[in-house]
């Protein structure tokens, strides 16, 4: 499948105007059903609620405690959402416009395309996929039933990194030949133990949450839930991509938005476990390059020693240029003219407009759905920044430099292809 072909998916190519014949004024209120309620659920749930034209109409969690916590959230902001624990039910009720999943990773697909096949808009989570057969399914659902789906790398809602994309696109820094995405800390050195499978919790479907993965026995672990704030499941295969999913997507996307989607043409990474002991699979310390048509990226994730680079920033991106040098993180954006640059400096921090990203991005979602455009995660764009950080993970795992077949949608290594398909449990199947 070409570009073209990815893009349109069954035909309906993204334009200006996914008009659907259903258009809605200012004020009309939108229905929007929450699945998953963990951490980030819960703070998409708090956001929704500061935008006016949306109504939670419904909660959905297969932990019971995360439903009523939330239930109790919706409640103190005047709402009465009904409260289900199968996410089918949201997706069958015909009075529900919309829906956010906030789910792990490994549902962000199944759920975001079945809910277009619903006739629903989506607010899907970052990443957007698994694996990178997911993302391309999930862009055709969006285009085939004409839905607005937005995706939650909602920086480029925040004023610094539109403010980034606009100094770049300028032309400012020169001819730009080098990136640089670092993230930097300090892991313990028992990481997050090594509990034994046992009991599921009390309250908790465990069959229902591991769906489309392979069965296993529960682990404190794979679920983590109430290890740390954000759950330890991001840290398995099965359910995610480590580090370099959960923040290199948050770290690739800048570059994505400030050079107009381009994907690399080749990958290399190396990444292991050198320093913590625990039972999970991902890295606490990898390096990717990426050779994009017209420069180079490093990706770096560091967490066993957490000194910042660039100033006090632990975690940035950086665009270096013949002229000057760009940083953006979420803390502000700073231009650096080199030594004999005539480029001024440029400093934009501390201002709190510019650094609001989350509810600009939901009101963003819900203007979208009014008006039938474009948001500004639309969907592929978080398919290509999760597609850039997935193959990442596959070189490093499969030890092989990758060559990207932007064409036809793959790599140009047959070996390592197996690992661009879903794999999912019967009986769910991923189908457009």
């Known amino acids: 499948m070409d570009r073209r072909g990815f893009v349109t998916g069954a035909g309906a190519a993204l334009t200006t105007s996914l008009f659907t014949g259903n258009v809605r004024g200012a004020n009309d209120k939108i229905a929007v059903g929450y699945i998953g309620l963990g951490a980030m659920g819960s703070g998409n749930l708090g956001y929704g609620m500061k ?7 419904a909660l959905c969690d297969v932990y019971q405690p995360a439903l009523e ?12 959402p009904k409260l ?40 899907v989570e970052k990443p957007s996929c698994v694996y990178v057969e997911e993302g391309q399914k999930m862009v055709q659902a969006a285009r085939k039933y004409k839905r607005i789906v937005q995706a939650g790398t909602m920086q480029r809602s925040g004023g610094y990194f539109k403010k980034a994309a606009e100094l770049v696109k300028s032309g400012i820094l ?11 800390g300090l892991a313990r050195k028992e990481g997050w133990g090594n509990p034994a499978d046992g009991a599921v919790p009390a309250g908790l479907d465990w069959e229902m949450w591991l769906g489309p993965a392979p069965k296993v026995p529960f682990n404190e672990n794979r679920w983590g839930v109430t290890k740390t704030t954000f759950p330890t499941f991001r840290y398995f295969w099965d359910y995610a991509g480590g580090a370099m999913t959960d923040w290199g997507v948050h770290l690739i996307d800048p570059l994505h938005q400030c050079f107009d989607e381009v994907m690399p043409l080749s990958i290399s990474a190396m990444g292991s476990k050198f320093y913590v002991n625990d039972n999970v699979d991902t890295p606490d310390t990898m390096m990717a390059t990426y050779e994009y048509p017209k420069f180079l990226t490093t990706y770096e994730s560091r967490t066993a020693n957490p000194l910042p680079m660039f100033g006090d920033h632990g975690a940035a991106t950086v665009i270096h240029g013949t002229e000057a040098s760009l940083i953006v993180y979420r803390r502000g954006c700073w231009l650096i003219p080199n030594a004999k640059s005539k480029v001024e400096p440029q400093t934009f921090e501390k201002n709190p407009e510019m650094s609001e990203m989350n509810v600009k991005h939901w009101k963003n979602w819900i203007e979208c759905i009014q008006t039938r455009t474009a948001p500004q995660s639309e969907i592929e764009t978080c398919v290509r920044s999760s597609t850039a950080c997935i193959l990442a993970n596959i070189s490093m795992r499969t030890k092989m430099r990758l060559d990207w077949d932007e064409k036809n949608w793959t790599v140009k290594q047959e070996a390592a292809r197996p690992m661009l398909k879903a794999k999912y449990r019967s009986p769910w199947k991923l189908e457009v």
Request: aromatic fraction near 10%.
């Open 51 to 57: 935008v006016p034209q949306i109504v939670p109409a």
């Open 174 to 184: 020169g001819e730009v030949t080098f990136c640089h995405a670092y993230q930097s």
């Open 69 to 80: 916590k939330n239930q109790a959230v919706a409640r103190r902001g005047g709402f009465e």
């Open 84 to 123: 289900v624990k199968d996410f089918r039910e949201i997706l069958a009720d015909k009075s529900i416009d919309a829906v956010c999943i906030s789910t792990p990773d490994h549902w962000h697909a199944y759920m975001a395309i079945e809910a277009c096949k619903a006739g629903k808009d989506v607010y």
